[in-house]
């Protein structure tokens, strides 16, 4: 498959470059950036623009976009217009409008338009996944997820914090990642209820802090925090209680804790999983180490999505919308002390 990328000198488009230019079954077909001399640096080779059209000429396959969120839509509309399938970097958009015309138009240009939680593909979080669809913990009761860091000590360029280019705060950046994991262990997240808070960063419209309760259809719920005020640092976690057990996923230090029960209330056997190798690989060069990793197993999965395969962990974009209607949703829910219901999403077909 040869693959664009589309601001293939950044932070995360020259991780999303090497892995298509180390993948047996993709090639780099062009890259895509405002700046020139980096891109060619990166590239390898293939052809370097600046240019969106002069990009889009280049005959490709399939174009990864790895542009902050507000630059998103241009080139995702124009690249499936042109019969490309797109894979968009988390948050897919600056606000859920934007999204909803990118979907509009993979539909109707019957291309596969997939969203960038490529934490799905983090061995901690895919373990409790697997546990779940396994039945090890029996029916699920309700979940606890987390993600934080220390807000603007953490950031490198402005649009990462600053409305409208980023679309919100804590939940837009770190936390998106844990909405799409509540959301990918429940099934779906259909009522809202939130408070969020500017007490620490002061940035209109970038929530510094998020707490919510978000609900499957079935009422199940998760108890969501999101925040820029960690002063621990950079942290995930999520636990999903059933029946028969509990399984918890973290990062960073990637590690599990699986409890199982005979019955509700029986003696519990403990599995603990810890990653001594990939602790010792963040340490010695770098937590990207981790995150390349998963953008190989990403563009795998996304690979057999553009073939009609629905069976892998690639999020689609309905994950991206709904992560960005939960965000609006906790803002509204927080201004109005109001449960919001979302609708079911007509499910991604292909
Ligand atoms: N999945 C993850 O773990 C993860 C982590 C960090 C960031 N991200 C997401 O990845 C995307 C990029 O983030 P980053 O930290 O790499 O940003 P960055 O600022 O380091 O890189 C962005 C690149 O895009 C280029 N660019 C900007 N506007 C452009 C345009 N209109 N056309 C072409 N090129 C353009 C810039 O020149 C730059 O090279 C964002 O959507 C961000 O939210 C994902």
Redesign the pocket.
Known sequence: MRIGV??G?????KLRVETIQECPDTTLAAV????ED?ARQVAGGAPVFTDLERFLDVEMDAVVI????H?HEDPCISALERGMHVLV???MASNAETCHRMLEVAKSANRVIAT?F?MRYYPSFAYVKDVISAGKIGKITHVRAFCGHDGLAHFT?DWEYRVPESGGGAMWDIGIHMTDMVRYMLGEVTSVYGVASESVWNLPGSEDTALAVLKNPEGIPAVYHATWGEWRGYDFAIEVHGTHGVVQGAYAPMKNVLITLPEPGGKGTTTKRQYFDIAVREKLFSWKTT?KISFAEELRDFLKLCKGDLSGRIADGNAGLRSIEIANAVVESSRTNNAIDLPVLEPVRL
């Not at 895509?32 to 700046?35: G, R």
């Not at 790895?66 to 969120?69: H, I, Q």
């Open positions: 589309v601001g000198a950044g932070k995360i488009g895509l950036d405002l700046s980096a790895s542009t902050p969120p630059t970097e988390k948050p960038g490529n360029h995150a």
